[in-house]
């Protein structure tokens, strides 16, 4: 890491632990929302930008795991001990069956996806003596680990910080080992990986369930946080507004999902006070990072930096 | 029972058709032209709006139908030209961009219309029921439906099969490179595909709006359903997207009659496992 | 010192610390009163929050936006009916606009995430149309009272109408999918059968059901009446299916909650003698509160209130009417919520009161559609109550603790 990125670097995780004393209760809640929003679409990023496969079941990962937490601490007064794994194990093992997309590619593995996130958003919907239907499940806890317990949003906000760091850590040494320098081989050209003797199906079905894996810890963290559940989480919005969030931010980093995650939810919240097109509003981020800026926020910025960089290389 | 059965299989059929209408413009335009579009249920909804419109001004429903066909040929046409085509072949990026359009375009129809549920006015002869042997009523606009599907459905067909328009068509469809080589205006071609996908997607919005209603979040529902008929009966097939529609209209009505708690199981469930066994669909080919 | 002047000093002392601490308090009450209101203003639901957030702005304006001495803000944030979207901004309303208390939300599922806000706040919050029975029932929370209804609380005299008012013994009932559907729904089954009724068949739709031709197929035979509690777009396509199908000339069929006035600018003259609804308000009430409301609503807004429009305004009234009692001291959380249980309002919908459950004992009517002669707006349909029950509790005939005991209404 160079010098100047460690200072940025630096300066950032300052600002984010400085963030509940200096701004109050709202944005704190505001940027925890980010931080888990922007867990999930790293997750969806897993395969979107290492891989090539673009999911939009992710929600369901996210929302049986925190269905699981849920259903697990409100009814059975199971303690975050076990609730909390429960939960991303359950994610997990959705995400072994619903791997089985991987069997296909493109567009067909786009559309598989959407239909298996459909069936996953009706059971939470009409299933409703299980997961209380339109209602979900409410008054989750914070979590505790023994006598170690959440008290407040500021503390939850530290631990989803500390969560996301680690994440974020182990996700790049991750894409740095051989596994997934292999998913980008993928990524760059399926048939060349094959001919080299990669069994390309078991390599992207092992990033779908990890993918899968990391999706139901953000669905965990967001249980805790909002501490209520309903069917909303595992709808279709909620896997499109992942990718999106992958893509504003800029694909295949790992800054970038969480920068997109404050674009989206910030807009969302700021636009909606003052302007009722709001939808409109977003649509159109769409349509434009689409068109112009396809490598998202960290594209732009590497661009600017680049023109900034020759602009300073030319005065001596 | 036997009523209810066969009532129930009227029932499918005549959302079949309405799925077809919107399904077949969605297959065709991935079929030739490779465009994943998700704007395609916006299509659907600000076309049956438009029709509204028109029927409410000019109190003519073939006008409605044609009018709100043929407002979408405009837009999709822009869309198409303007944003679209920007994506060249990135199925991502067009799924994306095309959600995105789809929001722009439900919200400002939200801004125009309003939140109500509005039923786009069919004339009196299309209204009520039909009276069929064993004293079962079942309304007339239905089999206005299924009539209009099955029309629709067989000029696409002749269209596709026996035109030299549709010749070409199918060769784009096995093979792009070979009708670029045959020096035809594969650009023009496009725009007339695609002039047509969003043609059907905008009259089934009218069709539809006089049986289902017109409301903020119709585009998504039915976008939905036009999706699964796709999967099942193969991207970019014809043949598919008729066998698909029948089948996804069924499974409904019957899903929905036999075992109404289990209904997106009895639709989305075999869908799911349909794709696992033959991921291309019942029609679809390699792409 | 001088004892004299010592104690002349710390009386002044006194004096102007209890001048400052009166000057703080002053002040404190003299800044507006600000209402935080969780409303639907885009998405699925526009329209009945556009009626909700109306309603409530027409009440405001009636009284000058003053109340116990003090100006009022409201402050209206746009739920968009998704409950994180309405958690985020319910925690935007305390943090950031520091609101004095809540009033909303209206959809069903966005109560329960609003609720959690007020409980970890303790800002309390006055519960509009959302109507899970739960928040009064099983999952109370101290700083959380109700002004509207309780989904049940409309069905259970619905299920009496129909055995000893309209005679029916056995009723299929087509209730929608999801939690409102199902209490309203299960409510009247509950006391139909009670009096010795039989359910013929219960048919489920989830919210959306795009074609109620299966439903109207599945109508068993022998069937004397069929119920209907419908919600949004799936009420005109029923409405649509039962003639299209013919029905009208052989079954009849009784809106639970089904004809509202929302939903009447898009019917036409069938509709026309149906009972349209069980509910806690119909607009053509001929009570001067609720003809002096209705007018003034269709002057101001061109069309009758529904019952959102009502809720949101006697939610104004309600809190009003709390806020005058404790002179506008609405810093101090515990007397408001304490003024909100103990006042007693006269609504456009009638006399009002909230039981040790804080839901409130009221009418439920049930109305039949007609077409009346609007002094401001012409002809139009309305809702005309034919039968009223008066003060009817959430437990209906029941004792509490029996029905508590008992647990939810699920499918």
Redesign the interface.
Not at chain 3, 243 to 247: E, I, L, V, Y
């Given at each position: 890491m160079d010098r100047g990125r460690a200072v940025l670097a630096a300066v950032a995780l300052a600002a984010a632990l400085a963030l509940p004393s200096a701004a109050g209760p709202f944005w704190t809640g505001l940027v925890t929302q980010m931080y888990i929003f922007g867990l999930l679409a790293l997750s969806v990023d897993l395969l979107l930008g290492h891989a090539g496969l673009f999911s939009l079941t992710h929600a369901s990962f996210f929302a049986v795991s925190a269905y699981t937490v849920a259903i697990l601490q409100v009814r059975y007064a199971v303690p975050t001990a076990l609730a909390a794994p429960a939960g991303i194990l359950a994610g997990t093992l959705l995400a072994l069956l619903f791997g089985l997309a991987v069997r296909t590619r493109g567009v067909y593995f786009i559309l598989i996806t959407i239909a298996f996130g459909y069936v996953v958003w009706g059971v939470a919907h009409r299933w409703s003596s299980f997961t209380g239907g339109d209602n979900g499940v409410t008054n989750v806890p914070f979590p505790a680990l023994g006598a170690a317990a959440i008290t407040s949003h500021t503390q939850y906000y530290y631990l989803v910080l500390a969560a996301v760091i680690v994440c974020g850590l182990g996700y790049r040494v991750f894409m740095r080992s051989p596994f997934g320098l292999g998913l980008r081989g993928i990524k760059a050209s399926e048939s060349r990986m094959q001919s080299l003797g990669f069994r390309t199906s078991a390599h992207l079905y092992a990033a779908f369930v990890l993918s899968g894996a990391l999706a139901s810890f953000a669905g965990v963290l967001y249980v805790y946080y909002n501490k209520f559940v309903n069917p909303v989480a595992a709808s279709f919005p909620v896997s499109v507004e992942a990718a999106l969030m992958a893509i504003v931010g800029g694909t295949g980093t790992i800054i970038g999902p969480f920068l997109g995650a404050a674009v989206v939810l910030g807009l969302r919240n700021w636009v909606s006070s003052f302007f009722e097109l709001h939808a409109a509003v977003m649509g159109a981020v769409f349509i434009a990072t689409v068109l112009w800026a396809p490598q998202g926020l960290v594209g732009i910025a590497g661009r600017l930096r680049a023109r900034f960089g020759k602009a300073k290389e030319r005065t001596p | 029972m036997l009523t209810s059965a066969v009532l129930q299989a009227i029932n499918g059929i005549s959302l079949a058709a309405l799925l077809f209408l919107l399904a077949s413009g969605f297959t065709l335009s991935f079929g030739l032209m490779r465009v994943v579009n998700m704007a395609h249920g916006a299509y659907y909804l600000l076309g049956g709006y438009i029709g509204l419109t028109i029927a409410e001004k000019t109190g003519s429903f073939a006008l409605a139908l044609v009018g709100g066909g043929a407002a979408i040929i405009v837009v999709g046409y822009l869309i198409d030209r303007f944003l679209i085509r920007r994506t060249g072949e990135n199925h991502l990026a067009q799924v994306l961009l095309t959600v995105g359009v789809a929001f722009v375009i439900g919200d400002v129809a939200l801004a125009i219309w309003g939140g109500d549920n509005l039923m786009v006015p069919a004339p009196k002869f299309l209204k009520g029921a039909v009276i069929l042997p064993g004293d079962v009523y079942y309304p007339r606009y239905r089999f206005v439906l299924i009539f209009l599907g099955v029309a629709v459905g067989v000029a696409l067909w002749l269209l596709y099969k026996k035109t030299q328009l549709g010749a070409v068509v199918r060769a784009g469809v096995d093979d792009r490179e070979q009708v670029n080589a045959t020096g035809i205006n594969v650009d023009r071609l496009f725009v007339m595909v695609s002039g047509l996908a969003s043609f059907l997607a905008g009259m089934a919005g009218v069709a539809g709006g006089a049986f289902l209603t017109l409301y903020p979040g119709a585009e998504w529902e039915i976008l939905v359903y036009a999706l699964v008929v796709v999967i099942v009966g193969g991207l970019g097939s014809l043949e598919g997207a008729m066998i698909g529609a029948l089948i996804v209209g069924l499974l409904d009505a019957y899903g929905r009659w036999l075992l109404p708690e289990f209904s997106y199981f009895v639709l989305f469930g075999p869908i799911a496992l349909l794709m696992l066994f033959r991921p291309r669909g019942l029609f679809g080919r390699e792409y | 010192m001088n004892p004299l002047f010592r104690n002349v000093s710390l009386s002044g002392a006194a004096a102007l610390l209890a001048a400052l601490g009166m000057g703080a308090a002053a002040h404190a009450q003299t800044g507006p009163i600000k209402i935080g209101v969780l409303a639907p203003?885009?998405?699925?639901?526009?329209?009945p929050?556009?009626d909700m957030v109306e309603g409530m702005k027409l009440y405001w304006e009636q009284v000058n936006y003053t109340a116990g001495g003090r100006k009022v803000e409201l402050v209206i944030?746009?739920t968009?009916c998704?409950?994180?979207?309405a958690?985020?901004?319910a925690?935007?309303l305390?943090?950031?606009e520091k609101v004095h208390f809540m009033i909303g939300p209206l959809c069903?599922?966005e109560?329960?995430?609003v609720?959690?806000v007020s409980k970890?706040t303790g800002v309390p919050l006055v519960m509009d149309a959302a109507g899970?029975d739960?928040i009064t029932k099983w999952?109370r929370t101290p700083s959380v009272v109700r002004t509207a209804v309780s989904a049940s609380q409309i069905g259970h005299p619905w299920g009496e109408y129909m055995y000893k008012e309209l005679g029916l013994r056995n009723v299929t009932f087509i209730g929608q999918?999801?939690?409102?559907g199902?209490e309203v729904t299960l409510g009247a089954v509950r006391s139909f059968t009670a009096l010795g009724g039989k359910v013929a068949k219960m048919?489920?739709?989830?919210i959306?059901?795009?074609?109620y031709?299966?439903?109207i197929?599945?109508i068993p035979e022998d069937t004397d009446g069929v119920s209907a509690v419908v919600v949004?777009?799936d009420?005109?396509?029923l409405f649509?299916?039962w003639?299209?199908?013919?029905?009208d000339?052989?079954k009849k069929i009784y809106g639970g909650y089904w004809l509202h006035q929302d939903?009447l600018?898009?019917m036409d003259d069938r509709a026309i003698g149906l009972i349209g609804n069980s509910l806690n308000y119909a607009a053509g009430l001929q009570t001067p509160e609720n003809i002096a409301f209705t007018t003034a609503f269709a002057k101001a807004y061109k069309r009758l209130p529904s019952w959102f429009g009502e809720s949101a305004y006697t939610a104004g009234l309600w809190t009003k009417t709390a806020i005058d009692s404790i002179n506008g001291k609405v810093e101090d959380r515990e007397a408001f919520l304490k003024a909100m249980r103990a006042v007693s309002v006269k609504a456009p919908r009638g006399p009002l009161k909230l039981d040790a459950y804080d839901n409130p004992i009221q009418n439920v009517y049930v109305s039949r559609i007609q077409k009346i002669k609007h002094p401001v707006l012409g002809e139009v349909l309305t809702n005309v109550p034919v039968k009223t029950y008066e003060g009817v509790s959430q437990f209906w005939t029941w004792d509490p603790k029996e029905f508590l005991a008992r647990g939810p209404y699920?499918?």
């Open positions: - | - | 203003v885009t998405g699925p639901l526009a329209t929050g556009k944030a746009d968009t998704n409950p994180d979207q958690l985020t901004q925690r935007r305390v943090h950031q069903g599922h109560g329960p995430a609720a959690q970890e899970a739960t999952s999918d999801y939690t409102w199902h048919i489920w739709n989830p959306g059901t795009k074609d031709g299966p439903t197929a599945a949004g777009a009420r005109v396509r649509e299916a003639f299209n199908f013919g029905m000339k052989k939903v600018p898009q699920k499918r």
